[in-house]
Structure formats: C-alpha cells, structure tokens
C-alpha cells in the first residue's frame, strides 16, 4: 500500500504487471480453452509439475469472468460419495497451501462449514455423510442442537421457524476463499512460467481431422494443436458442439447476491438443502448468499427479483436478526449441471479433446485437484485414478457417481 501511494505522489512506474499480453502463435502444444481458476490451474500445474510451458489459455472475456468470479467462494470436501469425498479432499490439501505455491495470498479461511438438517430423512443424510467421510479420513460429524449453539449462537435453534433446526453436519476444514485472488495468482504463477494467456479471444471452430484435434479456429486467428482442454463451464456445450462432442449437460443460471458491510458476528459457514440457501461472512464484513440453480435453462447471467424475495425470506428464517440488513449487489452465473451432480474430467471420443466440465455449483472448490490431475492426465497420457470416476463414459456404463445428497443445496 505504502509503495503504491509513493508510486502514484511520484509517478513512478507501476510494478510488472501479473500475466503479459502476447502475440497469439500460430501453434501451441495445448491449448485450454477458459480462462476460469481450473483452466488457469491446469496450465500453472502443466508448466510446474510437468515442464510443459507452450500452452496457451483462451478466454473469451477476461479472467475470472465466468463462475470462477461469480461463486460464492464455498471450499468443503463434505461429500456423500467416497469418490468425491477423496477428491475434494486433495482439493482442500491443495488450497490449504496454495498461498504459500503461488507466493500470492488466497486469504483461505477455515472456519468451519454447517449443513443444517431440518427433517428426520435430512438428519439421516447428514449422518451417512458424516461416516463417509470419516471413512475417507474427512473431518465431519453430526451435531445436535445444544453443540449447535455454541458452534453459531447466531442460528434460531428455536421450534418458532417452519422448519426447526433438528441437527447439523458440522465440517469444521470447509471455509471460504478470495475467489479473484485464486483466479490471479494462478494466472501469475502460469504467466511466470511461460503460459501464453490470450484473454478477449473467442474461440470459433475446432479443427478436427480423422477423429483427432488438429486446430481451433479463434476470432484473432487459427492455431495448429494437438492437444484442447475444454474448461469452460456453463458454454462447455458450445465448445464440445464445435468438436463433434456431445455432453450429458444443461446449463441453468445461479444467483447470488451480498448485504452491505457489517461488523463480523459469523464465523462458520451455514448452507440449508431444505432451506435452498448458504450464508457466509466475507472478511469485508459483507454477508454472501446464494440459492440453488434456477429451474429452466438458459445463458442469461441477469438477476431477479424473484431470486432475492424467496432467499430473503430463507435466510431470515434461519437468522432473524438480519431483518433491517440491506442487499449491496446481486449477480448470477451460469453453471453446467450434470444428471449425477458430479463432473465430467478425461477423455473424449475425439483424440486429443479432452473435457474439466460439468461443474454445476460445485466447481469452484474443485479448481486446485482438477488442474493438477487434468495436467497430469495431459502429461502422461494416463487417466489419473482420483479422476477415472468421473469419465464421460460412465454415462454410458451405468456407473454415475450420483453427488446430489452432497450438492450444497437442493436442486
Ligand atoms: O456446493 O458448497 C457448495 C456450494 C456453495 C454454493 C454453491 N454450491
């Protein structure tokens, strides 16, 4: 702050800025179409853990400008199935140590994540993923209302509410992220070493030939490459359309919205499935709140006032005290949801289209884990175990890793 004040009192030069712009080249040996925090953190892992550097990230807006600068920052690994438990679990190892990979403060707060059960058969759930994880080595347990208490005062614990708090799934790892800082240090990090990151760039067409990736048309120009990774969430189909590809997605808007600033009072972060509603604190003192997805399909990134009445009346059964609180800004982004609420990671039937998709309202967390093994599966041709789970053939193998009793919220 103090060099930034002395740089602008003495017009000095600004610092080196964090990624450079560079001319587009007419072939990269990868090319990863979505600059979001998971196309960012398969070039940053591809460079560090694998040497490949001649990659570059095509984003059609700027960074960050899809759900990786829209979500609402949630990090857990609380899930219901093994194979998402394990691999959101690699997933918070990773964050926990991003600030110190990246020399860049992610400003990770774990400060415990509730999943509040409203009903006898939620208390059920919550009690089969507490095993689950424990099982997988996750720290989570079943909490009742007089530990609830004393975890969030906050919470009306009282039987006046539609629907009294009966218990909870309490995930004391799960926290929150500065979503923007993990989206920047890790285009930095990529830039550092040697990633190209085209930002304004539209990719158009993808060449294939023979069953193989020969190319991508953008609206700057062609690129010969053998190699694309389709990381970009709620357009995936788009992409995918382009190679031939077709996926087992649907893309509906998410809305969320944040209060104006106050002092801190809620250290935990509390998410009701029956309620369709999460609330954390940011460390602005902003509240940050979110719903489920929006029932019909669309691109549109508007918000509504139907969306801010029905959460407002949610989150003021859950904290009455937030009654005179005001709304500062409301967003939404568009997510690809996939019938099992898992993602879709590898191999494709085009040679050398590869997919990181199908990440619903669960994909943000993912960003470190899906970077390094994608990355990985790049590097060596292999399929990573942690992520054969979730191959686009299992849509066709009836092996679906059905995720829905751990999405945040009902859908
Ligand atoms: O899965 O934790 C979650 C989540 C939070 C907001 C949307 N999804």
């Not at 990269?28 to 990230?57: C, E, F, M, P, R």
């Not at 087992?248 to 106050?262: D, G, K, N």
Request: charge should be neutral.
């Amino acid at each position: 702050m103090t060099q930034l004040i002395r740089q602008g009192l003495n017009g000095s030069k600004p610092q080196q800025r964090m990624w450079r712009v560079h001319d587009m080249k007419d072939s990269y040996d990868v090319v990863i179409i979505g600059g979001g925090a998971h196309g960012l953190a398969a070039a940053y892992y591809l460079a560090k853990h694998h040497g490949i550097t001649n990659v570059a990230v095509l984003e059609k807006r700027y960074i960050g400008h899809g759900g990786s600068g829209r979500n609402t920052t949630i990090i857990r690994s609380n899930y219901l199935t093994p194979e998402g438990v394990l691999f959101y679990d690699e997933s918070v190892k990773l964050y926990q140590e991003l600030s110190q990979d990246l020399n860049f403060n992610v400003m990770f707060s774990q400060r415990g994540h509730l999943t509040l059960a409203h009903t006898d058969s939620a208390v059920r759930t919550m009690r089969w993923r507490a095993e689950v994880n424990q099982l997988q080595g996750v720290d989570s347990r079943l909490v009742y209302p007089d530990e609830l208490a004393k975890i969030c005062p906050q919470l009306d614990l009282s039987d006046h509410p539609r629907y009294p708090i009966m218990g909870a799934l309490f995930h004391p790892p799960g926290g929150i992220i500065r979503h923007d800082a993990v989206v920047w240090g890790y285009a930095r990090g990529a830039d550092e070493r040697g990633v190209h990151i085209h930002q304004m760039t539209e990719v158009t067409g993808i060449d294939v030939q023979q069953g193989k990736v020969a190319g991508v048309q953008t609206d700057r120009g062609y690129i010969k490459t053998g190699v694309v990774l389709n990381a970009t969430a709620g357009w995936c189909t788009l992409i995918a359309d382009m190679a031939g590809v077709r996926l087992p997605i649907t893309t509906h808007p998410l809305q969320a919205c944040v209060s104006e600033p106050l002092k801190p009072f809620l250290d935990v972060v509390i998410v009701s499935g029956s309620l369709h509603v999460y609330v954390s604190q940011s460390d602005r003192g902003e509240l940050v709140m979110g719903a489920s997805v929006d029932p019909y399909q669309s691109y549109s990134m508007d918000s509504t006032l139907d969306f801010m009445e029905g959460l407002s009346g949610h989150v003021l059964e859950l904290l009455p005290m937030l009654s005179k609180v005001k709304i500062l800004r409301q967003w939404a982004g568009v997510c690809d949801m996939t019938p099992d609420y898992s993602p879709v990671m590898g191999l494709t039937p085009v040679e050398g289209f590869l997919v990181d998709v199908g990440w619903g309202t669960w994909g943000f967390k993912a960003s470190p884990v899906s970077g390094k093994r994608m990355a990985e599966m790049i590097a060596t041709n292999k399929t990573p175990d942690l992520i054969a789970p979730f191959r686009l053939s299992r849509f066709y193998e009836d092996a679906l890793v059905g995720e829905k009793g751990a999405a945040s919220v009902g859908h």
